[in-house]
Every structure is written in structure tokens, then in C-alpha cells.
């Protein structure tokens, strides 16, 4: 299979290139120009799998330069430090709700889904593209990629990594699993500003002739972690699958019958997964993109207009605090029919006027794939404490946001259709808002005795991952302008 630059079409690359190279140089995003298809005779066979085999099956196609046999080994050894051999299992809630629970891996989110595998897929790309020089991955983080990343990439011979996180932007479970991370070849640094600076300021370095330049001098090239790499996305891709297997197996859909996904988004990635799975031939009827009150997804897909000038609000689920979206990209690449020049005029747009529109046509095809709806702080807590009181299931304030939304979505159009439910952090990851939503948290209480409580109400165990934070000394104290990340990441290449 061949990628393409969204902004450049005559910048080709087969799977392992883009993976090693994480972003097109002129800073186009590699997208698919035609996508594999999938049966439901397939999908009915994929019931009797293995996570990692359903994994195996649906990357297999995509990831055509590798044989078979390596992408199912890559999968077999990406899963195994997962809490529970279903890897990502899907629980029965009231009301037709079905919630895939895409947190059971080392970090408590589900960036482990992708970036457990990752590593061993950009290893195994270097090997066949001849890249031998080190590979230098630089992260812009909402707070979970970063550790997710770092932990699948520490000690990685070949490759170092440095993370840039929002100072004042991310939960304390989520600062204290950065600054504590161990291993030879990790850095984690506190920017200066929100997400979308860092965001930014990453790209900008990725792009910058001057910096790849110096970074050869040091025998090194760069590549990307986050979900602008395509080995973040196609991994993705593969639990919706098996969540539908699930569904299946539990007597919540037939095979072939037609169900929703909602799905808590940020930067884009799962949701553009989602509809991937969906071109692939999961009979998906409609994907509810939600946000929280950084809603400017919402507002594009009722209007076709995207317009990140607004305000950017810290709240209660700091993964999904994001106003520009890198994955909407590839989305804009579908809907302009591949047409790359397209592409290149609306982001111009959105580079100099912070906003862009669509055509009536492209509107109108975004909207029959996708329903957007956004949920406030309030109505966030709320859900937290019905859903704990109604069905005893606890959930994180990122998966209510999409609590909500399939709500309001359900209410709105009258779709009763079976719903899946991307659940996409630990509840014990958010101990302290979480708390809040079902009783009143005295002033004393520290986020562990708020994650103790939790476990105590829940009776669901304290994971090891939050238990041991408590112990870690610091390790990274760096703090860095957001104009200034490159100084920040010299230490890393020179040490
Ligand atoms: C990253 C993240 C999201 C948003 O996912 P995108 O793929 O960026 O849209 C939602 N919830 C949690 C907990 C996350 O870590």
C-alpha cells in the first residue's frame, strides 16, 4: 500500500518509510489513498481470535511491506502488559450502551493501545527502510501520549525521545507519571503554554530544514509519536473490531447489524480510526465525535467552519483541551477527493486566520459520517455520579464527556441503535474529579487517599501503576518557553 502527503501527493511512502518518518517533511500527514476491506465473514471469524491475532488481521493489509508472520509477532509481543488477556474488553452497560475499555495498559490510558506497539513496528521499519542512523521522537503530549510514549520507548536501543507536556495543563496522576519516568534515553520537559503550543512548536521543529540539518550532524533524524505518525493510527483501528467481535459474542448486535460509535476526541486520532474501521466495512451507522467545552469540533461539523479563535478553557478531561486537531487533516483529505493543493489552501487558512471553511458539498459529506456534540464541566461531573449511582460502573472524565454526547445524540435523532462507547482513561487516573462527582472531597484528602476512597467505593483494585507513583523520586525537572523547545531537546541529542 502507498501513502501519500495530504499536502504534497507526489511524496510517496510505503508503510515503513511513513512510520520512520512520523510527518511528511513539507508537513503534509501521510494518509491512505485507498483503504482495505475487510467481510463479515471475516469479522464473524475474528470472534474466536485473540486480541492480538483480531489486531494482527485488520494491520496485516495495511502494513504491506511486512510479511504476515512479523505483524502478528509484533502484536503477540506488544500485548502482554495489559491487566486482563481480553487486552481491550467491552462491558454491557443499561440501555444498549456498550463500553470498550481501552485503558487496561501500563499508563491507564488508551494511547498504550498504539504506542505499546509502536516501537516495535519503528523498529522493525528502520530495519527494512535501511535507516541506521538513531531515531530522535519528539511528542507534543495533552497528558497521556506523553507517558504512554515514554514508556514504550525507553531503553529502546537506537532511539531516543523527549516529551513536552503543558505546564499547568495536565492532571497530577498524569505530571507525576512524566516526571518520575526511568530509562537512558527519555526526557520530559514542561512547556510554557497549552497543548497546542507544543503541539505546534514540535511540528515547527519537525519541518525546519536548519534543525534536520543539525541533527544529521549528530547521525540522527527525527520522527513523531503522536497520532500524526501512522503507526499511532492504524493500531487503532483494529479495537474497534474487536469491541464489534465483543458485542457479537455478548448478544448485543448480530453480525452485520448496523451500530454507533461515540467516541471522546481531542486531537482526532481514535475517531479517524473509527471511520477507518468503518471504510473498511464495520458496519458502523453513524460516529459521534464529542468534546468537552473546548468545543470548536462540535461547531465545524454542524457548520463547516472550523474556527480555533476562541478561548482555551483547562478542564476537568486535559486530553481532549485541544483547539487545533492534526487528524482532521487526513479527514479534509477524503472529503476534498484526495486533492492535495485542497488541503494545502485550507491550512494556509488555518495558519494565518486560525479558521477555515468548507464547501456545501464537503459539509454535507462530513455530516453523514460524523455527529458532533460537546459536553460541559457540569453536565461531566453529573454523568460521573448517575452512571456510578445507576449501572455501579465508574468512568473518568473524558469518557463522560462521551457519555454525554451519545446522550444528547440518542435524544436528538432518536437513533436507538446499539452504542459503543470509547472509554479512554483509568477512572483512577482523574481520582480527585472523579471523587468530586460522587461525594464531597475534604480539603485534606492528596489524589492517592482521593484513589484509595475510589477503590474503597468501587470495590475495584488500586492499579499498581497509580500505587507505585507514590514512591518515584522526580526525575526531570526541565520547564521550556513554548518558542524555546529546541534548546530543551539539545541535551538528549548531545548526551
Ligand atoms: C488522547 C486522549 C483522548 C483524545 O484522543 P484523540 O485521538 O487525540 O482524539 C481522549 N481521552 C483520553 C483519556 C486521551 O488520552
Redesign the pocket.
Given at each position: 500500500m502507498i501513502y501519500v502527503s495530504t499536502r504534497d501527493r507526489s511524496r510517496q511512502a510505503n508503510a515503513a518509510q511513513a512510520v520512520v518518518q512520523g510527518i511528511s517533511r513539507e508537513g503534509g500527514l501521510f494518509a491512505p489513498l485507498e483503504i482495505p476491506s475487510v467481510s463479515l465473514a471475516e469479522i464473524a471469524a475474528m470472534t474466536g481470535m485473540s486480541y492480538p491475532e483480531r489486531a494482527a488481521f485488520i494491520l496485516t493489509p495495511w502494513l504491506e511491506c511486512f510479511s504476515g508472520e512479523t505483524v502478528l509477532r509484533i502484536c503477540r509481543d506488544a500485548y502482554t502488559r495489559f491487566d486482563t488477556p481480553a487486552i481491550a474488553p467491552v462491558a454491557c452497560l443499561s440501555g444498549r450502551r456498550s463500553v470498550l475499555e481501552l485503558?487496561h495498559g501500563p499508563t491507564l490510558?488508551?494511547?498504550d493501545m498504539a504506542l505499546q506497539l509502536l516501537p516495535l513496528l519503528m523498529s522493525e521499519s528502520a530495519r527494512l527502510t535501511g535507516e541506521t542512523r538513531d531515531i530522535l521522537i519528539l511528542v507534543a503530549t495533552?497528558?497521556?501520549?506523553g507517558k504512554a510514549a515514554l514508556e514504550g520507548f525507553r531503553d529502546r536501543p537506537g532511539v531516543k525521545i523527549c516529551v513536552f507536556y503543558p505546564e499547568n495543563g495536565v492532571s497530577e496522576a498524569q505530571r507525576l507519571q512524566m516526571v518520575t519516568q526511568e530509562g537512558g534515553n527519555v526526557r520530559a520537559v514542561a512547556v510554557k503554554g497549552n497543548f497546542d503550543d507544543a503541539q505546534t512548536g514540535v511540528k515547527q521543529i519537525f519541518t525546519d530544514p536548519a534543525r534536520q540539518k543539525e541533527l544529521a550532524g549528530y547521525n540522527a533524524v527525527f520522527s513523531s509519536a503522536n497520532?500524526i505518525n501512522l503507526g499511532r493510527l492504524l493500531p487503532?483501528i483494529a479495537y474497534y473490531f474487536s469491541a464489534y467481535c465483543d458485542m457479537i459474542s455478548q448478544g448485543q448486535a448480530a453480525i452485520g447489524d448496523p451500530f454507533n460509535i461515540t467516541?471522546?476526541?481531542?486531537?482526532?486520532?481514535?475517531?479517524?480510526?473509527a471511520h477507518y474501521a468503518a471504510r473498511m466495512g464495520l458496519p458502523v451507522h453513524r460516529l459521534i465525535c464529542a468534546s468537552n467545552s473546548n468545543n470548536v469540533l462540535s461547531d465545524f461539523i454542524r457548520t463547516g467552519i472550523y474556527d480555533r479563535n476562541r478561548a482555551f478553557h483547562l478542564t476537568t478531561?486535559p486530553?481532549?483541551d485541544?483547539l487545533i486537531?492534526s487528524?482532521l487533516e487526513r479527514l479534509l483529505f477524503e472529503l476534498a477527493d484526495c486533492d492535495d493543493s485542497r488541503v494545502r489552501e485550507l491550512m494556509d487558512e488555518l495558519k494565518s486566520t486560525g479558521r477555515y471553511a468548507l464547501s456545501d458539498g464537503e459539509r454535507q459529506k462530513m455530516q453523514q459520517l460524523l455527529w458532533g456534540g460537546w459536553a460541559n464541566e457540569d453536565q461531566v461531573l453529573s454523568c460521573i455520579g448517575d452512571t456510578f449511582r445507576q449501572d455501579r460502573y465508574l468512568i473518568?472524565p473524558?469518557?463522560a464527556v462521551a457519555f454525554c454526547c451519545a446522550d444528547a445524540y440518542r435524544r436528538e435523532t432518536g437513533d436507538g441503535l446499539p452504542m459503543l462507547i470509547a472509554s479512554?482513561?483509568s477512572p483512577f487516573?482523574f481520582g480527585r474529579s472523579v471523587l468530586r462527582a460522587i461525594e464531597d472531597v475534604p480539603d485534606a484528602m492528596d489524589d492517592f487517599d482521593c484513589d484509595e476512597r475510589l477503590s474503597q467505593l468501587s470495590g475495584r483494585a488500586l492499579p499498581d501503576a497509580i500505587a507505585l507513583l507514590r514512591k518515584k523520586p522526580v526525575l526531570h525537572t526541565a520547564v521550556a518557553e513554548k518558542d524555546a523547545l529546541w534548546q530543551a531537546v539539545l541535551p538528549l541529542v548531545k548526551g
Amino acid at each position: 500500500m502507498i501513502y501519500v502527503s495530504t499536502r504534497d501527493r507526489s511524496r510517496q511512502a510505503n508503510a515503513a518509510q511513513a512510520v520512520v518518518q512520523g510527518i511528511s517533511r513539507e508537513g503534509g500527514l501521510f494518509a491512505p489513498l485507498e483503504i482495505p476491506s475487510v467481510s463479515l465473514a471475516e469479522i464473524a471469524a475474528m470472534t474466536g481470535m485473540s486480541y492480538p491475532e483480531r489486531a494482527a488481521f485488520i494491520l496485516t493489509p495495511w502494513l504491506e511491506c511486512f510479511s504476515g508472520e512479523t505483524v502478528l509477532r509484533i502484536c503477540r509481543d506488544a500485548y502482554t502488559r495489559f491487566d486482563t488477556p481480553a487486552i481491550a474488553p467491552v462491558a454491557c452497560l443499561s440501555g444498549r450502551r456498550s463500553v470498550l475499555e481501552l485503558w487496561h495498559g501500563p499508563t491507564l490510558a488508551f494511547k498504550d493501545m498504539a504506542l505499546q506497539l509502536l516501537p516495535l513496528l519503528m523498529s522493525e521499519s528502520a530495519r527494512l527502510t535501511g535507516e541506521t542512523r538513531d531515531i530522535l521522537i519528539l511528542v507534543a503530549t495533552s497528558g497521556d501520549t506523553g507517558k504512554a510514549a515514554l514508556e514504550g520507548f525507553r531503553d529502546r536501543p537506537g532511539v531516543k525521545i523527549c516529551v513536552f507536556y503543558p505546564e499547568n495543563g495536565v492532571s497530577e496522576a498524569q505530571r507525576l507519571q512524566m516526571v518520575t519516568q526511568e530509562g537512558g534515553n527519555v526526557r520530559a520537559v514542561a512547556v510554557k503554554g497549552n497543548f497546542d503550543d507544543a503541539q505546534t512548536g514540535v511540528k515547527q521543529i519537525f519541518t525546519d530544514p536548519a534543525r534536520q540539518k543539525e541533527l544529521a550532524g549528530y547521525n540522527a533524524v527525527f520522527s513523531s509519536a503522536n497520532s500524526i505518525n501512522l503507526g499511532r493510527l492504524l493500531p487503532q483501528i483494529a479495537y474497534y473490531f474487536s469491541a464489534y467481535c465483543d458485542m457479537i459474542s455478548q448478544g448485543q448486535a448480530a453480525i452485520g447489524d448496523p451500530f454507533n460509535i461515540t467516541v471522546p476526541t481531542g486531537n482526532f486520532g481514535s475517531i479517524l480510526a473509527a471511520h477507518y474501521a468503518a471504510r473498511m466495512g464495520l458496519p458502523v451507522h453513524r460516529l459521534i465525535c464529542a468534546s468537552n467545552s473546548n468545543n470548536v469540533l462540535s461547531d465545524f461539523i454542524r457548520t463547516g467552519i472550523y474556527d480555533r479563535n476562541r478561548a482555551f478553557h483547562l478542564t476537568t478531561s486535559p486530553s481532549m483541551d485541544i483547539l487545533i486537531s492534526s487528524n482532521l487533516e487526513r479527514l479534509l483529505f477524503e472529503l476534498a477527493d484526495c486533492d492535495d493543493s485542497r488541503v494545502r489552501e485550507l491550512m494556509d487558512e488555518l495558519k494565518s486566520t486560525g479558521r477555515y471553511a468548507l464547501s456545501d458539498g464537503e459539509r454535507q459529506k462530513m455530516q453523514q459520517l460524523l455527529w458532533g456534540g460537546w459536553a460541559n464541566e457540569d453536565q461531566v461531573l453529573s454523568c460521573i455520579g448517575d452512571t456510578f449511582r445507576q449501572d455501579r460502573y465508574l468512568i473518568d472524565p473524558h469518557t463522560a464527556v462521551a457519555f454525554c454526547c451519545a446522550d444528547a445524540y440518542r435524544r436528538e435523532t432518536g437513533d436507538g441503535l446499539p452504542m459503543l462507547i470509547a472509554s479512554t482513561a483509568s477512572p483512577f487516573k482523574f481520582g480527585r474529579s472523579v471523587l468530586r462527582a460522587i461525594e464531597d472531597v475534604p480539603d485534606a484528602m492528596d489524589d492517592f487517599d482521593c484513589d484509595e476512597r475510589l477503590s474503597q467505593l468501587s470495590g475495584r483494585a488500586l492499579p499498581d501503576a497509580i500505587a507505585l507513583l507514590r514512591k518515584k523520586p522526580v526525575l526531570h525537572t526541565a520547564v521550556a518557553e513554548k518558542d524555546a523547545l529546541w534548546q530543551a531537546v539539545l541535551p538528549l541529542v548531545k548526551g
